[in-house]
């Protein structure tokens, strides 16, 4: 299967609005948690209503990978990114002045996700994963590794333990390498599993933590800054920001304010990772 990646997508760009800061030409970047057309069918409605607001030229770029994302807005080539928390954890360790502008939340307020398991598999618990395959979606994700391996250490097994091991770049190829028999189990967010939920079953939850920001790169004027978190907190007061919220996520009903301290336990969960990956490997 052939998995569409790298796509650079413009949205609507300039339009003279009255009180807005002086125009600039912005980059938002998205991480490849799907593929790209999925991901500019997403975030593109909420690109053309921040440039038809704030006037600016707001260019949408769907990453390669994980480590691009970070790289871009740490270098400054990226002015507004949607992360997963483990990446602006590890985003904000590289450098500073990063600023979150909101975190996207649903119904239920945390972000979750689960090790799952072919219907018909005859696996019970995590730890009979023993001697058996697991898709991962990419080393620098929340849901996609970080938590799944912390699960696995807790169930008593590293990644020796498993036959074999593989980084599939998204949760959609992890979920369908799963249903196809290819891979044993596979670590997905939660949304991914309901997409798929009659061919899969859970084989164990992982941790609850804070959900996906919006950041700002250190160079963003502050005043661009104000103006577009003003916009994103304040974008479910109307029908049409309602609209764009479910498109990005079926269950998102609302960008909330975060502080870069609500992912403090995750950045001491990350530490206590890699030290018992150092280890077990």
Do not use: W
């Amino acid at each position: 299967m052939k998995f569409v990646r790298g796509a650079v997508l413009t949205g609507c760009f300039f339009f003279c609005v009255a009180g807005s800061a002086l125009a600039q030409s912005l980059v938002f970047a998205v991480h490849p948690f799907l593929s790209a057309l999925e991901l500019h069918e997403r975030f593109q409605p909420l690109v053309d209503l921040l440039a038809r607001q704030t006037g600016h030229q707001i260019v949408l770029r769907i990453e390669n990978d994980y480590a691009t994302h970070i790289e871009n807005l740490c270098r400054g080539r990226t002015d507004i990114a949607f992360m997963g928390p483990a990446g602006y954890v590890e985003a904000s360790s590289r450098c500073q002045g990063l600023q979150p502008l909101g975190v996207l939340t649903g119904a239920y307020p945390y972000l979750r996700g689960a090790l799952v398991v072919r219907r018909d598999s005859s696996l019970e618990e995590i730890a009979e994963l023993k001697g058996h395959s697991v898709a991962f979606v990419s080393r620098e994700l929340t849901m996609g590794y970080q938590l799944p391996f912390y699960v696995l250490h807790q169930a008593g097994l590293c990644l020796g333990d498993l036959s074999r091991y593989d980084f599939l770049n998204n949760h959609e190829n992890v979920a369908v390498s799963v249903l196809a028999g290819r891979f044993d189990a596979g670590a997905v967010k939660y949304e991914t599993y309901e997409n798929l939920r009659d061919g899969l079953r859970i084989l164990g939850l992982m941790p609850e933590v804070a959900d996906h920001p919006f950041v700002a790169s250190a160079g963003l004027p502050q005043a661009v800054f104000d103006e577009l978190k003003g916009l994103l907190l304040h974008l479910h007061e109307s029908e049409a920001g309602r609209a764009i919220l479910h498109g990005l996520r079926f269950d998102a009903v609302q960008i909330h304010p975060v502080d870069d301290a609500d992912y403090n336990s995750l950045r001491a969960c990350a530490k206590c990772l890699q030290e018992q990956e150092v280890v077990s490997q």
